[in-house]
């Protein structure tokens, strides 16, 4: 009888522990600088975009523009714990890379991903698509002095395989597209 106590004592035991490492797994022990990738951010907006994790570096960072001017692929990563867990990515489309828009960007990216298959919004003058772990924009440039006919930017959660952060990618791409924009000099992809 004093084994049969022992034994559920023990299976009571391992069936706590394992309880409580899945909430020590969720927490997230960093903070989210600002600016983030040199783009000042809302911590509302991009906190559901982030991982749980203890240490948050940048790895690469968007480069600073040469006298305004971005250059042709610009990318930050966002890496927690060592693993690259968010990507960022601006490319300017130029009157040589075919038509403008979202579909394009994909297919120039070697994404295998289809407007029918995300969740397709609209921010300002831009075009959005957004899939379970991936967001794409497009904006269109009114006025280009160096032939840019539009501006993607995309971002990649590497870290959510299998979950759907549609919404918050939505909502978060806007705003840090505005903010990339405001980054460059006059007359690179002047939207209005």
Do not use: K
């Amino acid at each position: 009888m004093r084994y049969a106590w022992a034994a559920a004592g023990l299976v009571m035991a391992i069936a706590c522990s394992s309880c409580t490492g899945d909430s020590e797994e969720a927490t997230r022990e960093y903070s989210i600088p600002d600016p983030l990738c040199h783009l000042p951010v809302d911590e509302a907006l991009i906190s559901p975009l982030l991982p749980p994790g203890e240490e948050l570096t940048i790895d690469p960072e968007f480069p600073e523009p040469v006298s305004g001017i971005m250059g042709s692929i610009a990318d930050c990563g966002l890496v927690v714990d060592g693993t690259q867990a968010v990507h960022l990515r601006a490319t300017p489309t130029d009157s040589g890379d075919g038509p403008p828009g979202v579909q394009a960007f994909l297919d120039r990216e070697g994404e295998n991903r289809t407007l029918a298959d995300g969740q397709t919004s609209a921010a300002g003058a831009g075009e959005v698509v957004a899939w379970n772990d991936y967001a794409a924009m497009h904006v269109p440039c009114a006025a280009s002095s160096l032939d840019y006919t539009g501006l993607n930017f995309s971002i990649e959660l590497r870290w959510a395989e299998g979950q759907d952060h549609r919404d918050a990618l939505a909502q978060a791409i806007g705003p840090l597209m505005d903010a990339f924009l405001a980054r460059q000099g006059p007359g690179t992809c002047d939207t209005a």
